[in-house]
Each structure stands twice: as C-alpha cells, then as structure tokens.
DNA sequence: TGGGTTATGTTATCTCATAACGGTCGATGT
DNA sequence: ACATCGACCGTTATGAGATAACATAACCCA
C-alpha cells in the first residue's frame, strides 16, 4: 500500500455487468456472421477472459470454469482457447504462457503486446509492421502471422 | 524425394569440423573478455545447438548431452541454456519451445525470426524495431527486451 | 431420417521446466 | 598454505503446460 510497484493496479480492469454482456453479445454476433458457433464452454472461457484483469494462464481458466468451483477437464479449455484465437477473440502471449482477450476490434489483425515485468500487465497495441514484413519477403518468406511481446516497465510502475 | 517440400534441406546446415572448433573458440574467447566461464556442460550445450540443423527442443538436447548415449539432467541443460542466452549464445523461439544458436555476429541484439511452418527451418535476422519502440515509448513503456516471431513458408519450401 | 461434420466429455499421458539441497570448484585475501 | 565466499554443478523430485485418443452428442442439410 505505500508507493511501491501497485501490481496489476489500473491495467485493463476487467469486464463487469453491462460491459461484459455487451462484448459478449458483441462475439456472439461475429460468430453468427461467419457462421462460427459460440458454444458454452467457447462462452465461458471468454467470458472469463474478458473479467480478468491481466493475462491469465490455462490452468487458471480451467479452475475458474465452473460456476461453483468444479474445474474444467484441460481440453475443454484448450480447445476453447483454439477456438478463440482462431477467431481473434483472444490471443496467447508466449513469453507469459498466458491468454488475454483482444483488446482491438475488428477481425483480422496481427498481435503485439506490452507486457510490465513488474505488474504483470499486457497491454495490447497495433504495430507497424511494415519493415519487418518487407525484410521477411527480402528473404523469400511468405509470412502468415507475425507476433511481437516487448517487456519491460509499464508508466504506472515507472512512476510507482 | 520428390518435388515436395524437403524438410530442412539447406537450411543452416549446422558446423563440423573446423567450423564448429572455431565457433567455439570464438564464444571461448567473449567469455574470456567478459570473465564469464564456459564450462563443460555450457560449452557442450552450445556444441550440440551449433552442430544442429534447426530449432532443438531442450529434451533433445538432454538427450544427446552425453558422449556415449546417456542423457543430461533437465537442469544441467536448462541451466546452460540461461547461461547460453544470457550471454547472447542463443535464443529461444517461445512459439516453438526450442532453442537455436545466435547466428547474429557480436554481443547485444534484438532477436527475430522467420519461421518456417513447413520445413522447421528458423531463420534469424536483425529487425528495424524503430517503429515499434516508438510505439512503446508512446504508451510509457520502458522496454527491455524485445522479440519477433513470424511464421509462414520459407523461399525454399515455396519453390519446393 | 439418415449421414456427414463439428463439437464435447473423459481418461490418460506427454512435454516442458524448475524447486530444493548438498557438494565441488575457483578466486581472493591474509 | 588455508580459510572463506560465491558461482557452478549433480541429483532427486515435482510442478506446470498441453495434447493424444476414443467414445458420445449436437448440428446441418439433403
């Protein structure tokens, strides 16, 4: 409570009532768009993505499953995540082995995050790629994803 | 063996012979400036990463640790691998869980990596991150470290 | 209403990585 | 020489992360 490093203070607070209806009614209309199901375990591992206040490990969701404290068996979540991030509603950050919900609207878009050794917190942004795809086509790659993790110190614990 | 894709053919072939001896002086000789150690299970590790054709997987390496077939201790290897990637002797590709030997002359850089999804092969280059830092100084972040993973097809596997 | 496709439930197992502890080695000061 | 300190190593055990495999159920549509 003193003027340490205020962990997770602030960062993406996480979805509640309205909020949470809204973005997940907003999935639900995606899905139907393209005719993808957003079934109830693809539901409820959203919905526990969008709550959540930083990125949130596998094993996490699997505890947090069930409405009264009975986890999920790993695949459920798993596939959940599959699903997921094959639809742009979530992401996996690797160098956490974590999962955030997408923060950006809209389908398609390559993933980049922020992430503060000292809170914890991932913060999603939109990069400019454009130097790094023009050298990978330099070297003859045909590039399908492309992902970038910076760590580091986020403003808030710098100035904690 | 036909016009398939041939799975890692040419791509860093790995050292032998006077080549590997000389890579290894080389990190002998940066440890020596830097009075760091490379001991025996440090340099065995980065003999074994050298000497490989593509990303190695740390089970692989424990595997192939001993002279006569036996294996490492997990910690030996892992402990190498920190070692290893401290200094900027390797790298770890996170979307693969495997380790590749720094292919990039000097001390301190920025990894990045074209990855192919066909062969395996894992290419590194040096990255115009201009962009992306800016992006990150905007949002108040200090960065420390950065890295870039891109998958698709390498030149090679397209041709093929 | 039947047949293909997609998704789920369940069990078991596999891969990846680290905690913890005691012993060894090498440098440094006296 | 030898005490001492820190870095490193070997070993055992366990924790964390992810998937294979197979059976069942739901969906879609001709």
């Known amino acids: 409570m003193g003027s340490e490093c205020h962990h997770a203070d602030g960062a993406h607070p996480g979805l509640k009532g309205h909020a949470l209806t809204h973005a997940l009614g907003a999935a639900e209309h995606r899905c139907v768009a393209t005719q993808e199901r957003l079934t109830a375990p693809r539901r409820r591992v959203l919905e526990l993505l969008l709550e ?38 979530a992401h996996r950050i690797e160098s956490l082995n974590a999962y955030v ?29 454009t130097a790094q795809l023009a050298a990978a086509e330099a070297a003859g790659y045909q590039v399908s994803t492309i992902t970038l993790e910076a760590r580091g110190r986020c403003s808030a614990c710098r100035a904690g």
């Open 101 to 129: 919900p997408c923060r950006i609207d809209g389908g398609e878009h390559r993933a980049a995050f922020l992430i503060c050794d000292c809170c914890g917190a991932a913060q999603e942004f939109e990069p400019d790629f």
């Open 52 to 89: 959540s206040d930083g990125p949130q490990k596998a094993y996490d969701l699997i505890a947090a499953f069930g409405e009264h404290g009975e986890p999920a068996k790993p695949p459920t979540v798993y596939r959940a995540l599959e699903f997921l991030e094959r639809l742009g509603f």
